[in-house]
């Protein structure tokens, strides 16, 4: 029995491994090309090309290093507070320092290497655009390091202060206040603009420097990421090759102290910082507890625990299955605020798109606008499933025998889980791609035309992730990041990007008229070649939709799951 399971082992190993070596390097020439289209569009600008190019790159590692500070914050604060290795690991003969200082650790690495790969072919694309020494590179990899080190820091030192000092609810409070001086920045700059645009002198080089304004943030010499690139675009210039010293010693410094930081912090703040976790943990079961005791059993379940609409689609029982998931993912702070930190950017982008009215004036150019604007929705829509509807199974973990000695199906239990992800993930995604149809000034037929696209992309990729959650458990893993970075997770994530180049392809070429007479033309459905790719379209969602919940159902009725448990 070993052998056969090492065996499979070994075959699963290499399958794995060899469809991440394959869509990995099928990014890294896809992203090199595309990231030196676009830098070789910006330098031919005339008078800014060069400006625009460095202050790209500024914007850019301005993102990741925000990027890198939250990840490792919600990683760790996974595996630190919401681990049950933890616990076993507090109880060994080793100082909380160190499992402090490893799990932070592991955090860094699990997030640093994917900014890493896509760091790559951006700067090899940007080191041919500026024809550098290969000395370059090497020069890179040396200023890269200590920026990882300064961001990973600073996101493990936030964490363990925040668990340390403030409760859940001054976490949300001061998370709210954020949220709501970003958005009124975001519509008083949305009004600013739009009374900026609609002048008539207004000449282009008010309007590059507009442009600039916004990005003023990522040159701030204060930050990590504007150290970086300062030396980064300082290597790419004439004379510069060796540059100052200054920048990367910045860096260096401060990781050093940011090292020291987190080791005081591991050895004086981290074991208090569990113990107030574990408190707030038990304080808020105890008062779940006073709740459900206070109400009786039979009012709870037929008024308040079941949604009437939901309810009405998949049924009584797995209504309530539905809200036991909802209940258990607004629980975990490390869930919802990346759902919403994701799907509240998509929303302020979406808004944001007005601004561009005053700028176009093509047909194809709008057009070419709103299927980025389906692009950009879809592929964050396929992160967040395979982020948190591809593990939704597995996270049922050894306590699945409950739900399979149950009168509830495990098979109507995969459709319950299907049904109830895409229709609220789908309600979201639908209303933005409304609301940018609205700014795009598109018309409601066409508006509603990318919102049924990004609704049958939903219903797609809920599907697959549904069903290879199923086709590839990992029941024996509490941690959902975990989960999703096996296999199954891999395959799913690939599956859902070819899903969604291949429909909007099909898209765009039922909508060609547009791009070829650059002209809008309400009779486009009525063309052959369009009714043959919204064909295509329907006819890959409802394989995408079908088939890997087909599968998962064959995996259930073999019982392989409930054997593992």
């Known amino acids: 029995m070993a052998g056969v399971k090492a065996v499979k082992s070994v075959k699963e190993s290499r399958l794995m491994t060899g469809t991440i070596l394959l ?45 890198l500070v939250f990840s490792v914050a919600v990683t760790s604060y996974i595996s630190l507070y919401r681990n049950r290795d933890t616990r076993w690991l507090l109880t060994l003969p080793v100082s909380h320092r160190t499992i402090f200082l490893w799990k932070c650790f592991e955090s ?55 668990v340390r000092f403030l409760s859940r609810r001054q976490i949300l409070a001061a998370t709210a206040l954020v949220g ?37 943030i990522s040159v701030n010499r204060a930050l990590p990421s504007t150290w970086l690139s300062s030396a980064i675009v300082d290597w790419t210039r004439p004379y510069r090759h060796f540059g100052s010293l200054l920048y ?30 574990l408190q707030h943990s038990a304080f808020s079961a105890i008062r779940r507890e006073s709740y459900h005791n206070s109400v009786s059993v039979e009012k709870a379940f037929n008024k308040e625990t079941t949604n009437p609409f939901l309810r009405a689609i998949i049924g009584r029982s797995h209504a309530a299955i539905s809200r036991k998931d909802f209940l258990t993912f607004f629980r975990d702070p490390a869930q919802w605020v990346q759902f919403s930190l994701v799907f509240g950017l998509l929303a302020i982008y979406a808004s944001g798109l007005r601004q561009m009215n005053g700028n176009i004036e093509m047909p194809k150019d709008l057009y070419l606008v709103a299927f980025l604007n389906l692009a950009v929705c879809a592929l964050a829509l396929s992160t967040l499933t395979t982020r948190f509807v591809f593990p939704q199974f597995s996270l049922e973990g050894r306590k699945l025998w409950i739900l399979a000695m149950s009168p509830i199906q495990l098979s109507s239990l995969v459709f319950q889980k299907f049904v109830t992800s895409t229709i609220f993930s789908g309600v979201i995604i639908v209303l933005i791609l409304l609301i940018g149809g609205y700014n795009l000034q598109l018309g409601w037929a066409d508006s509603l035309f990318f919102a049924f696209a990004i609704g049958l992309l939903a219903i797609g990729l809920n ?61 486009w459905l009525h063309n052959p070649r369009s009714q043959l790719a919204i064909a295509g379209a329907l006819f890959i969602t409802t394989v995408v939709s079908v088939v890997p919940l087909f599968f998962s159902q064959k995996k259930l009725k073999r019982l392989e799951i409930i054997s593992i448990l």
């Open 180 to 216: 709501l001086i970003l958005v009124d920045s975001a519509i008083q700059t949305a009004l600013i603009n739009r009374e900026v645009i609609q002048k008539e002198e207004l000449s282009a080089a008010f309007t590059f420097q507009r442009v600039l304004h916004h990005t003023n």
């Open 463 to 523: 599907a697959l992730a549904v069903g290879l959650g199923v086709i590839f458990p990992n029941l024996e893993e509490s941690n959902a990041a975990k989960i999703v970075s096996g296999f199954g997770g891999t395959l799913c994530l690939i599956g859902s990007f070819i899903y969604i180049l291949l429909f909007i392809l099909l898209l765009a070429w039922a909508r060609w008229d547009v791009f070829q007479s650059n002209e809008i033309s309400s009779q």
């Open 23 to 67: 869509f990995l390097l099928a990014y890294t020439v896809s992203a090199y090309w595309l990231f030196s289209e676009g830098l070789e569009y910006v330098a031919r600008l005339p008078g800014a090309g060069a400006l625009l190019s460095d202050r790209l790159i500024f914007v850019m590692f301005f993102c990741f290093m925000m990027m």
């Open 248 to 277: 990367p010693t910045l860096l260096y410094s401060n990781a050093l102290m940011g090292l020291m930081l987190v080791y005081q912090a591991g050895g004086a703040w981290f074991y208090r910082s569990w113990n107030r976790s």
């Open 108 to 162: 860094a690495m699990f997030s640093g290497w994917g900014l890493i790969f896509i760091l790559f072919p951006l700067l090899l694309a940007f080191a041919q655009i500026r024809d550098v020494p290969i000395s370059f590179f090497l020069k890179v990899i040396i200023v890269i390091i200590p920026f990882l080190i300064v961001a990973s820091t600073l996101g493990s030192i936030i964490l363990v202060t925040a």
